[in-house]
């Protein structure tokens, strides 16, 4: 029986991050769009809407990474691993306990995202929030997995991305913003190079095991200058942001957390080398949406 620490490392804590990310990312576009307006900003709203959205993205996360364990783990997949721990792949849990704990975890972000869109009234994204489930899921799950076709990538450039960020500031002003826009899209890029640094990893054990993941199809050279573009072009699309909000700016003193992670890759960090990279991809993200928070709100 899995321990409560391993239950913890197989939830992949390095990747919680790309949850918190957009929520911040998304408030902050939200807040600064409704102090423009008349009414300014409604703190009563904002606050609890903010960590529904929170809860949410948290809970797809760990159901995401507890169902890419079992789908992983049941194909073989983890069986010779150079990542992290693994639940199912190492037998400290049985297959059937981590699909339970996977549709616990997708079930309560799909209650707490019942709620928010309750709240917010906005019953039409019901059908987007059932798509974000579909697409934990299917990942690694089903009989064709998108994650084995090489399109995890978009996926989670898409949903934890351009839904999370947009949804989260829509569901706090009820109208898109472009602001909100430009920051999904930066998020999205960041959540990508923690995807890519994984699946860079894995790069000869998942083409043994017939998984083919972009970083199979693109090759090692072609998945670090991707890499590399995913980490500098979102302080590119920060420009505009901060021509009309200056102290948006802020953003830029994550610049530095950049430095070493695309240091290592661009040196052909490779195997258990890339460990310490995703856990500096996955601080980058979270720091460069924490600043855009702070430099939104001020």
């Known amino acids: 029986m899995a321990s409560l620490s391993q239950w913890v490392q197989g939830a992949r804590p390095r990747t919680l991050p790309a949850a918190l990310a957009p929520v911040a990312a998304g408030t902050g576009a939200a807040v600064w769009q409704l102090s423009e307006l008349p009414g300014g900003v409604d703190w009563t709203v904002v606050v609890p809407r903010a960590l529904l959205a929170l809860a949410v993205s948290s809970s797809l996360q760990v159901g995401v990474n507890y169902a890419n364990d079992y789908s992983d783990g049941i194909r073989g997949t983890d069986d010779d691993r150079v990542g992290p721990f693994r639940l199912t792949g190492s037998g400290a849990a049985r297959p059937a306990t981590v699909k339970r704990a996977a549709i616990l975890a997708l079930a309560l972000g799909g209650l707490f995202g019942v709620v928010l869109v309750a709240l917010a009234q906005i019953w039409w994204t019901l059908v987007i929030g059932g798509a974000a489930i579909a697409a934990a ?75 083919r993941t972009l970083a199979v199809r693109l090759g090692d050279r072609g998945t670090r200058r ?24 802020l953003v830029l003193l994550a610049v530095p957390l950049a430095v070493g992670p ?37």
Do not use: C, Q
């Open 226 to 249: 991707l890499y590399a573009a995913t980490v500098l072009l979102p302080f590119v699309l920060m420009v505009p942001v901060i021509i009309a909000h200056p102290l948006a700016a």
């Open 137 to 211: 899921w299917l990942y690694t799950g089903g009989k064709r997995p998108y994650g084995y076709l090489g399109l995890g990538e978009l996926f989670v450039f898409v949903f934890f991305g351009l839904v999370a960020v947009n949804g989260t500031a829509y569901a706090l002003t009820g109208s898109p913003s472009w602001v909100a826009v430009l920051a999904s899209i930066a998020i999205g890029l960041l959540a990508v190079a923690l995807m890519l640094t994984n699946n860079l990893r894995d790069i000869p054990t998942d083409e043994l095991s017939g998984k």
């Open 262 to 298: 695309l240091r290592r890759v661009r040196a052909g960090a490779a195997g258990r080398d890339l460990i310490p990279v995703l856990g500096a991809t996955g601080r980058l993200e979270l720091v460069y949406s924490l600043l855009l928070l702070t430099g939104l709100l001020l």
